[in-house]
Structure formats: structure tokens, C-alpha cells
């Protein structure tokens, strides 16, 4: 598996809470779910609490949280 396929993206994210080792985010229908931080792409606009727009994580941690349909195509 290759790097463009190892991260996805799902826009609309708002980071509503943060720790040393994960963000909660809530996505555009509410729902919320708390990713590790190791599961971001440096490349992702939310990384930090209060941050707004487009979040990179990896494939795995978008399917372990049953995220797929959040996906950008």
C-alpha cells in the first residue's frame, strides 16, 4: 500500500476538545469520536482544540471508527 492511499480526508471537522494523545472531534452531523493523534497526517487542518476544516488520518483508524461514509472522494 502506497502513501496516497494510506490517509484519507473528511472535511467539515470542528476539534472540540484536545489531549496530549488524541482530538475529539465532532463532524458535520454531530457525532463525535476521539482520534489519536499518531492517526493524523502532518498535513491536516484540524490538529489542535478549536480548529475548523479538513481532517487527514489514516485509512485504518477512518474504518476502526466506521468513518468511510465521511470520506472525501
Do not use: F
Not at 488524541?22 to 478549536?50: C, F, M, Y
Not at 481532517?55 to 470520506?71: D, F, G, M, P
Amino acid at each position: 500500500m502506497g502513501k496516497p492511499d494510506r490517509y484519507v480526508t473528511i472535511s467539515d471537522v470542528v476539534c472540540i476538545k484536545e489531549t496530549d494523545a488524541a482530538l475529539l472531534i465532532r463532524l458535520e452531523d454531530g457525532t463525535e469520536h476521539w482520534i489519536p493523534r499518531s492517526q493524523l497526517s502532518k498535513d491536516s487542518d484540524v490538529s489542535n482544540e478549536d480548529d475548523e476544516g479538513a481532517i487527514t488520518l489514516t485509512r485504518w483508524i477512518a474504518e476502526q471508527k466506521s468513518l468511510e461514509e465521511y470520506v472525501d472522494e
